[in-house]
């Protein structure tokens, strides 16, 4: 049972045990009607005073705030830090909500976490979240930012349109930890921005303004937290620290066979799902695999 469910319980029984008890002292004003006057009045009183004191615990637990538990995960650990960080402003701000939040560690764990009933989110934020099984995400209200109408999009119930990687100037690394830059080719549609833009102005809603209000400033900032991305195309030697660290977390292997990554080679993203080209070369992959050409009826 999540908080809010609890507290709607505890209210309904405390007003039920106010009404019932005033509705005894009604009843035993007239049942003691030929006893002694100090026998009625006691009798009268108690009972006022049960209804009373639930109605008065009542009114106190309804001002109580809500506790919601939040599952967050990432593998750079930045989604557990933004909801802590939301969680302190509620609490300074003495909102009628609180946060009590789960780090686990990746967006997959927690989704399952929220899928077996162990939180209560009532929102879910996706940043361009398309490879999960949006299936858990029971009722919550979902949040999409993304450049397509891929599996979260389908799922949402606000969508904030993104830029597509050809449509903003942007920092990629690679899988040799090579940082490369980009150049926009094209403007993005519609009312589509770049991400950073959107993230600004949403921190700016949240309260917790983030310090930039242009791509050389965001990048100054980025420079300042990670400074080997600031060298395009040179790969930074890197120790073993990190390595440690995910060792000391622990873990157990699933029962899942080991498998393939990647299930089908032309649709991993949502970009090449989108693509009706993708979409027959994987057609084609798929009919040599299976024996049959094109011209198979």
Partial sequence: MSDSQARD?????????????????????????????????????????VACGAGIYAYRYSKQPTT????????????????????????????????KVIDELTAERATA??????ADLDVIYLLGADEIDTGNLGKA????????????????????????????????VNTEGRAQMTARAAFAPGDAKEDWAIIRALSAQAGKKLPYDNLSALRSAMYKEAPALARLDAVAPAGLAGVEALAVQG???????????????????????????????????????????????
């Fill in 9 to 49: 319980q505890v209210q309904s029984l405390a007003a039920g045990a106010a009404a019932g008890a005033g509705f005894l002292a009604f009843l035993a004003a007239i049942a003691t009607r030929r006893a002694p006057r100090w026998v009625r009045v006691t009798v009268v009183l108690g009972l006022l005073a």
């Fill in 251 to 297: 873990g157990t292997l699933g029962t899942e066979p080991f498998g393939p990554a990647v299930r089908d080679f032309y649709l991993t993203n949502p970009i090449a799902r989108a693509s009706a080209i993708m979409a027959e070369l994987s057609a084609l992959k798929k009919g040599a695999q299976q024996g049959t050409t094109g011209t198979h009826g």
């Fill in 68 to 99: 919601l538990t939040v599952a967050a995960g990432s593998l750079d650990g930045d989604a557990p830090k933004l909801m802590e960080a939301i969680a302190a402003r509620l609490a300074a701000t003495n909102a009628s909500v609180r946060l």
């Fill in 141 to 172: 209200f979902v949040i999409y930012q993304g450049s397509h109408g891929d599996a979260g999009a389908q799922r949402a119930d606000i969508i904030l349109p993104g830029s597509a990687y050809t449509e903003k100037s942007a920092t990629y």
């Fill in 113 to 118: 976490t929220f899928a077996a009933g162990k």
